[in-house]
């Protein structure tokens, strides 16, 4: 799978992720009297989720750029999901 | 003790200061050598998001709303993951087109429509001067509390100050000077501010850093850290209701998120920042996560501030939106509150300058040019340097755009709450989201439906908003809102047609947005688009495979003389700037600058791009239709210029290879199928073959047997030779099964070969003697005539032994019987190998010739009595020869009888060949 096209797919799953994330449910639930690290359990939890999307977009973008050569390297599992391209080396 | 000349000095000194880096950004831009061109510049820049509604406004709102402050930062984070989706595509598309606003955008977008154009900039102008207003309202109160120090005391109202003694008004002064001097100092074809570009980057880390001075002192000056700050405020349970149960519930969140969603590239600010001034498409791979982890540093604090405030001013006397400044003043922090003003200061200006720069250029490039164009435009078009004018309109536009967001502040602001009037500002340019998203990927959206689209949602906006917005400021009756208009309950705008029970955004949110993207919608799917909206729709959807700067497309069929096109661009960017440009552009194009000609479609189209920088899409199309002669294409030769350029052509062309590459393979699975099938025949025609080869032996094992087993008196002689044959058989049947595995195997390929180097005489010497024996008792002379030196050969000695043998034995069946002359030649033939195995016999049949070198085919002739072969002979030989390279046939024999012959390559010269020397062995 191309760098773009993997890009693509990260950057709409984390989307979805933060559309749910910030969802009038979702803050109902962490709207709870609670504190956690002495922060309101609510604050904490929007900071954080916000936070992990902001990573989310940086991981994404980075690979806008192309994948890095240890992404192969480090992954040799990866093959198995990719039988299109052990289909045709076969 | 702060004085208010002392305040006034700081602030001065410190837009002084803005002025000199975005004096030195720009020489440094002049010189070439960009200070703003690396991501970190370009993300402080889009920062410019957070004005005073973020400073101070998003306190106001958190000390009341609790966390109600965040989705409007939230909504950009959101943008932002869909970066490559949507912005990334935007500045293609702009830098492509050299477009310089969002009006341009939209009118570009739809046929270069100056109506819409117009519309769109109204809108915004309209939409945004709520907004200023914030802004003013926000440095004239911030001003105002300040200069009270030590004491905490609220401004009077503004509208009770004459308007040349109001800090507001002072403050809009100020400001639009500041913005002209920024932004429309001269007219740059590129139309890039990299000066105010790096002013609003060093703006953006001062309201930052002063944000988070208040915010930290708060936090870890007056409390303990945040878990002291926030237990204190726990136990105050009005105060604890803000971070805990929230009352209203979470359902307007979507709706803010939503709008923040659509401010972030919709604002006309934003827009200028993040993809007029963007000089790097790179850029954005940080900025994307830079600008969104900015905005969630700046609000780390606003809680914590909020509550701060609360706890320090519990009998709400202290304006909420003033907290920022007024915790430090009653703690008696000078320096700090001083720093939290100039903070402030900075979100207003930075908003304000950028705000008013793009507006401008929206108002003189999409509003003011059009009409005048249109209404004298012959007399304009003789007047001769027009950039002055531009800048004129320009500059009037700004005054203009403050002097209105001073009245919005005067007369309806003052009452409202600062997020309450940036909401309004975001919900009017949410409406351009339709017609801008919807134009990048849908082709089929037309002019008409855009218009509709934007009329439908703006007058919504301006019922279910604006005018509800102006009746609580007592500008109009109230009954309005109450009771609806003439007393039309259906009608109320905070509850139209009964849609009840949804807080006031959301609900003009809803209506304006469903009836803007229903026009949209509709009105593209009724109308037909134009010939010009198709291309550009062409060009919008399809923008990264058009990449690069659309040579080849041209909407100007015929010619202008190029110094009629000089001449205006003379006009609008000055002579000696035309100049250099039409000479960079003859340069790249190989083309002699200095010699006057008729300038071509391309360069023609080159001028229209070059003016739309500097007086927008529509106004550049009406120029350039003055001087240029011939006409705008027709709607056939935009689908032939579609056919020719886009990809339309390269997608047949790429279908048309994969389908010949499809039938090419199609064909050769078909050959393979057909030579399987082949294959298959030929396996059942040799299963039955061998099946019935194996019988005859068998047969005749079992027939025999069968008597010597029935007849147990026969006499010895009979016996004896009824078991000779047994054992014959048992032999011929032995052979016969040894030769096909043999055959079998060296069909496979799993034969095992001992290639050498070989001297065939060796060979041939020892089938001789081999062969003797067959023909022990016949009449058959065997001679040998081989040349003295024959070449060597590269082949597995037995094979090739067995090769020869093969023929011998096959010639010996076959030959003459009364007078047999069987006679082995040998020697080179055409540089190869040669030996030939010749009988007087009855010779092969020329129809026979390919078939019997084939398993079990023996000559159709009949064999009368002679002994029969296992009928694998030759086709082993056949395998062998191959295999070494050679090939092998059958001829006719001189006189009479057949001749088998192979030939082989030679693996080594001999020696000499001399010809006649012979030797002749009888044997």
């Known amino acids: 799978m191309s760098g773009p096209k993997r890009a693509a797919e990260r950057a709409v799953a984390t989307f979805l992720f933060a559309c749910v994330a910030f969802s009038p449910p979702f803050l109902s639930i962490f709207g709870a009297d609670a504190f956690v690290f002495g922060l309101p359990l609510l604050y904490f939890y929007l900071f954080a989720a916000w936070g992990l999307v902001i990573a ?18 480090d992954r040799p599992a990866g093959i198995s999901d990719r039988p299109g391209g052990r289909a045709r080396a076969g | 003790m702060l004085a208010s000349w002392s305040i006034l000095v700081v602030a001065l000194a410190y837009l002084c200061l803005l002025f000199a880096i975005a004096y030195y950004g720009d020489k440094r831009a002049d010189a070439g050598r960009s200070i703003i061109g690396n991501p970190y510049i370009y993300a402080l820049s889009m920062a410019v998001y957070c004005t005073s509604w973020t400073f101070y406004g998003s306190v106001g709102r958190a000390a009341s709303g609790g966390m109600d ?36 955008f939209i009118s570009s977008r739809y046929g270069k429509s100056a109506l819409l154009g117009g519309m769109v900039t109204l809108i915004a102008v309209l939409g945004i001067t709520p907004y200023i207003a914030l802004q003013l309202k926000a440095v004239s109160t911030s001003f105002n509390v300040l200069v009270q120090y030590p004491d905490v005391v609220m401004p009077p109202i503004s509208s009770r100050v004459p308007v040349l003694k109001d800090t507001a008004f002072l403050v809009a002064l100020l400001m639009a000077v500041f913005a002209i001097l920024f932004g429309t100092r001269h007219i740059d074809a590129s139309e890039h501010h990299e000066g105010m570009v790096a002013a609003i980057a060093f703006e953006s880390i001062v309201k930052l850093v002063a944000f988070l001075a208040v915010g930290a002192y708060v936090t870890f000056g007056l409390y303990d850290g945040f878990g002291d700050l926030f237990a204190t405020a726990a136990r105050a349970p009005r105060i604890s209701a803000l971070f805990t149960s929230n009352d209203a519930g979470y359902g307007h969140w ?36 830079l600008f969104p982890l900015y905005l969630l540093i700046t609000n780390i604090f606003v809680l914590p501030i909020a509550i701060g405030g609360l706890l320090h001013f519990p009998d709400g006397s202290v304006d909420a939106d003033t907290f920022v400044l007024t915790v430090p003043m009653a703690e008696r922090m000078e320096g700090l509150a001083l720093f939290a003003f100039i903070g402030g200061l900075s979100a207003a200006t930075g908003m304000v300058i950028v705000a008013a720069i793009a507006l401008s250029t929206m108002i003189s490039n999409d509003l003011i040019m059009p ?18 004018l531009l800048l004129s309109i320009r500059r009037g536009s700004i005054v203009m755009v403050l002097l209105l967001g001073y009245a919005y502040f005067r007369f309806i602001g003052e009452s409202v709450a600062l997020v309450t009037i940036g909401l309004v500002s975001f919900a009017a340019v949410a409406q351009f989201a339709p017609a801008m998203i919807g134009g990048m990927y849908w082709k ?12 439908l949602g703006f007058a919504l906006w301006l019922y279910t908003l604006l005018l509800p917005l102006f009746a609580r400021s007592g500008w109009l009756p109230i009954d309005f809102v109450e009771g609806g208009p003439f007393g039309i309950a259906l009608l109320r705008p905070y509850a139209l047609f009964g849609l009840d029970g949804m807080d006031n955004l959301s609900h003009a949110m809803f209506w304006s947005l469903a009836a803007n993207i ?12 134009g010939a010009i909206e198709r291309i550009q729709g062409a060009l919008f959807v399809d923008v990264s495979s058009h990449s690069g700067a659309f040579g080849g497309t041209s909407f100007w069929r015929g010619s202008a003389a190029v110094t009629d096109l000089k001449a205006l661009l003379a006009r609008f960017i000055g002579a000696r700037e035309a100049d250099r440009v039409l000479g960079d552009y003859a340069r790249r194009r190989g083309l002699n600058p200095g010699h006057p000609r008729e300038a071509d479609a391309a360069l023609v189209s080159f001028v229209e791009r070059l003016l739309a920088g500097s007086i927008g ?21 935009v689908m032939e210029i579609l056919d020719e350029t886009s990809q339309v052509i390269e997608y047949s062309h790429r ?8 039938e090419n393979t199609t064909q050769e699975l078909r050959d393979a199928n057909e030579r399987l099938k082949e294959l298959d025949e030929m396996k059942d025609d040799f299963i039955s073959t061998v099946s019935h080869e194996l019988r005859t032996p068998l047969t005749s094992i079992r027939s025999f047997s069968e008597i010597l087993s029935d007849n147990p008196d026969l006499d010895a002689a009979e016996r004896d030779r009824f078991l000779a044959i047994i054992v014959k058989e048992t032999e011929r049947l032995t052979r016969l099964i040894n030769e096909i595995l043999e055959l079998a195997k060296m069909e496979a390929g799993r034969m095992d070969w001992h290639m050498i180097d070989t001297d065939p005489r060796d060979v041939i010497d020892e089938a001789l003697a081999a062969t003797s024996s067959l023909l022990a008792g016949r009449e058959i002379s065997l001679t040998l005539d081989a040349d003295q030196w024959l070449p060597h050969v590269h082949a597995d000695r037995d094979r090739l032994m067995q090769v020869i043998v093969n023929l011998i034995a096959n010639a010996v069946k076959f030959c003459d019987d009364s007078r047999g002359e069987v006679s082995v030649l040998a020697g080179q033939l055409g540089g190869r190998f040669y030996l030939g195995v010749l009988d007087n016999g009855p010779g092969v049949p020329p129809d026979d010739r390919q078939i019997i070198f084939e398993k079990f085919q023996e000559s159709s002739e009949p064999l009368a009595d002679r002994p029969r072969g296992t009928g694998l002979g030759l086709a082993i030989s056949r395998q062998i020869v191959e295999h070494f390279g050679g090939r092998i046939w059958v001829e006719d024999a001189p006189g009479r009888g057949a001749a088998f012959c192979f030939t082989l390559p030679i693996s080594r010269v001999a020696p000499v060949s001399a010809p006649g020397m012979k030797s002749h062995e009888a044997l």
């Not at chain 2, 939503?258 to 993040?274: E, K």
């Not at chain 2, 048309?656 to 590459?661: F, L, T, V, Y």
Request: charged letters at 20%; glycine letters at 10%; hydrophobic letters at 50%.
């Open chain 1, 56 to 73: 989310l977009v940086a991981w994404t973008a980075d690979l806008g750029s192309g994948p890095p050569p240890q992404r192969i390297s």
């Open chain 2, 69 to 104: 402050f965040l989705p409007i930062y939230l909504g950009p984070t959101l943008t932002f993951v869909l970066w490559g989706f949507l912005l990334r595509k935007i500045i293609r598309i702009c830098k492509a087109h050299r477009i310089t606003s969002i009006a341009d």
């Open chain 2, 254 to 289: 979507p709706t803010l998120i939503l709008l923040s969603m659509a401010a972030i590239i919709c604002l006309p600010r934003q827009f200028q920042v993040a993809v007029v001034e963007n000089v790097n498409e790179d850029h954005l791979k940080k900025a994307v996560w």
């Open chain 2, 371 to 388: 009409v005048l164009l249109r209404l004298n435009w012959r007399g304009l078009a003789e007047r001769g340097d027009l950039s002055g």
């Open chain 2, 444 to 455: 089929g959206a037309t002019r008409v439906g855009a218009i509709l689209g934007l009329s």
């Open chain 2, 518 to 529: 229903g026009g949209y919608v509709l009105g593209s799917i009724l109308s037909r688009p």
């Open chain 2, 617 to 637: 899409a529509a106004s550049a199309r009406v120029m350039v239709a003055s001087v240029a002669k011939g006409e705008v294409v027709g709607i056939e030769e």
């Open chain 2, 655 to 662: 279908l048309e290879q994969k389908s010949q590459e499809l």
